[in-house]
């Protein structure tokens, strides 16, 4: 994606659920400011308590409300983090968001964070890759 010019210039976001949560935080950290959101549905975080200091991504860790053990696990996990990020629990969803209406809710929370922090990303990399601005009485070379 990095390598191919229609897209080598668009910001990365991961997404991904359950065990994968970790697996994509660590690779957010390692990564550094090449990615630029990561949301994490469920997951276990805390697979990458080691790093979490690192990632510095905007990071949106969801999780069901009726799996108590996740709830507190991304809480902890979140502790850890110091960039932007935010734990929303979505009511009335289990572990697998299989409850009716869990899955669309968390859709949506997902797109809109995706939306808000790709957006920005997006911007920056445009302002930084963006010839600087000519006076009127300049020509370009």
Known sequence: MTDEPDT???PIGYFAAST?????????AVANDTIHAVVSLGGHPDLA???LT????ATLLLVGSRDHDAVERV??????LRCPHRVT?????GGLFAEPGTL???SRLATEWFTEHLT???????RATSPAPVASNQRRP
């Open 89 to 93: 629990v979505v009511d009335g969803a």
């Open 54 to 57: 690192s990632v510095t991504a």
């Open 8 to 10: 080598r210039a668009l």
């Open 75 to 80: 809480r902890r996990a979140a502790t850890m």
């Open 120 to 126: 920005v990303a997006r911007r920056s990399a445009v």
């Open 20 to 28: 994968s949560g970790g697996v994509a935080l660590r690779a957010a």
């Open 104 to 106: 669309e809710t968390a």
């Open 49 to 51: 308590a080691d790093l």
